[in-house]
């Protein structure tokens, strides 16, 4: 009776198996894929200069955030969600590893549907990006932040004189400008760093420092915020 009662629940057993099994084959792919559309979104959107982020205020980042497809949804209530990647710049002028991150943030209003938008932080300051590593940190409460100027001539330092502390952008239905997001909460995504990293507990001071063995993806979104950047040195 035992061994039928056993026989019985091999099936289901392999079942199981069955779905766990792809899943751990794909740790970190979700992650991976993250990174390559974080690069994507900003080679397109520096590929337009006279509608991309301006090069003076590149040059003066502390650290970049990309989310790509960030969703907007709601009914007279909204809410925003998504998940993307930080990197920050090193002592050396050259960019980090990525750190996963998530968006996200309510919004009140008259409001019917939904909406993918791809969105763009520049860190100005490092204190922003000390305040994000710390924990929760929300938009506007934590740092100052403000819609950044548009296209090659916009005037990044008359902009920039306004000392927010974070200048925000965003791409929907292919229009690029800068948006509001006072009150959106970013926090880093512990879970989606140790997949991407298959290392446990990986810490986020590690990841900026390139003690951690990164998926070669990481290399391509490096590659790409070298390209659109310079250092204060003007090195590459």
């Known amino acids: 009776m035992v061994k039928a009662r056993v026989m019985r629940w091999i099936p289901a057993v392999a079942v199981l198996i069955g ?11 979700k992650e991976e894929k993250k990174v390559n559309d974080a690069a994507a979104v900003m080679s397109e959107i520096m590929a337009i200069p006279e509608k991309g982020i301006p090069p003076e205020l590149l040059r003066n980042a502390e650290g970049i955030a990309i989310i790509p497809g960030l969703l907007k949804a709601g009914f007279v209530i909204g809410g925003r969600y998504g998940t993307g990647v930080v990197a920050v710049r090193r002592s050396d002028g050259r960019w980090s590893n990525p750190t996963f991150v998530y968006l996200a943030g309510g919004s009140f209003g008259l409001q019917i549907g939904a909406q993918s938008t791809d969105i763009v932080l520049v860190f100005k300051t490092s204190r ?10 929300t938009l506007g409460a934590d ?3 403000a819609a950044g100027p548009v296209g090659r001539h916009a005037e990044a330092a008359t902009d920039i004189m306004l000392k927010a502390e974070i200048y925000s952008y965003s791409r929907s239905r292919g229009l690029f400008a800068g948006v509001a997001l006072e009150g959106a909460a970013l926090q880093i995504d512990d879970n989606a760093n140790i997949d991407f990293y298959n290392k446990p507990a990986v810490s986020v001071d590690d990841i900026f420092a390139g003690k951690v063995k990164a998926p070669a993806a990481a290399g391509n979104l490096k ?11 003007g090195r590459r």
């Open 143 to 145: 740092a100052s932040v």
């Open 223 to 233: 590659k790409v915020l070298e390209k659109y950047t310079v250092t204060r040195k």
């Open 128 to 137: 922003s990006i000390d305040a994000m590593k710390r924990g929760k940190f």
């Open 19 to 29: 779905l766990v099994h792809p899943a751990v084959v794909q740790a970190g792919a």
